[in-house]
């Protein structure tokens, strides 16, 4: 059965701390491994789409890179703004656009 | 360029009766995914529709229905409302079906409450 985990459920840093979110995934095919940030109340907003071992992408603070196994979404100097649960999904070959997600990091950065 | 927008953002129901929400895509985007996002069960998917045909479905009872429109834009459907399916119904749009680069944009959801 495909799976994705998400650690640490929740993290609480200080502003400038930096630290990394883990998603691991065991699917059947990866075509792709997408990043989302949520606030409360609010729909998913896009991050990252990550296609193949190796690859990284950056925006602003954020960094994300894909291994066979999992992915890392790296925040570096985070800011009280960056506070938001942030989500990891997969994307099967063979499965259209349905997403499997993880459940989630709860992030709070704190001044 | 508009993002996806979702009609009604709150809706309150009573155990039994049925609802209707409306999902349209960013312009351009021909596919539309719908999922149910729980504090208990996280996000899960629901369906999805490409021109106008639904490609994929979840594992949701019959309850739960869809459509696509020549527009693009989706409706979703649920009959014989239960508590249970109270939760944020989320909509997301994309330029295509499956493809490598296929980028995924969510609307703001629908809260429903089911009482």
């Known amino acids: 059965e495909d799976q994705v985990t998400q650690s640490p459920e929740a993290l609480r840093l200080q502003e400038g701390e930096s630290s990394s979110l883990n998603c691991s995934y065991t699917?059947?095919?990866?075509?792709?491994l997408f990043w989302y940030r949520q606030d409360p109340g609010k729909g998913p907003e896009f991050l990252f789409t990550l296609y193949s071992a190796g690859e990284e992408k950056e925006k602003e603070r954020l960094k994300a890179t894909l291994t066979k196994k999992e992915s890392f979404l790296h925040i570096t100097a985070p800011k009280p703004e960056d506070s938001a649960t942030y989500l990891c999904a997969v994307q099967l070959t063979g499965g259209g656009n349905k997403l499997t997600f993880g459940t989630g990091t709860q992030l709070k950065v704190e001044l | 360029k508009a993002g996806v927008t979702q009609t009604p953002r709150y809706l309150i129901k009573t155990r039994g009766q049925q609802v209707t929400l409306s999902c349209s895509p960013i312009?351009?985007?021909?596919?539309v995914s719908w999922y149910q996002q729980t504090p208990g069960q996280g996000l899960q998917f629901l369906f999805e529709?490409?021109?106008?045909?639904?490609?994929n479905k979840g594992n949701f009872p019959g309850r739960f229905s869809g459509r696509q429109f020549s527009n693009s834009r989706s409706e979703m459907n649920v009959s014989t409302l239960e508590l249970g399916d109270s939760a944020l119904y989320l909509c997301?749009?994309?330029?295509?079906?499956?493809?490598?680069?296929?980028?995924?944009?969510f609307g703001p959801g629908t809260r429903l409450t089911v009482l």
């Open positions: 699917v059947s095919g990866l075509r792709g």
């Open positions: 312009s351009g985007h021909r596919s």
């Open positions: 997301a749009s994309s330029l295509q079906l499956g493809n490598v680069g296929n980028e995924q944009f």
């Open positions: 529709y490409f021109s106008e045909t639904q490609r």
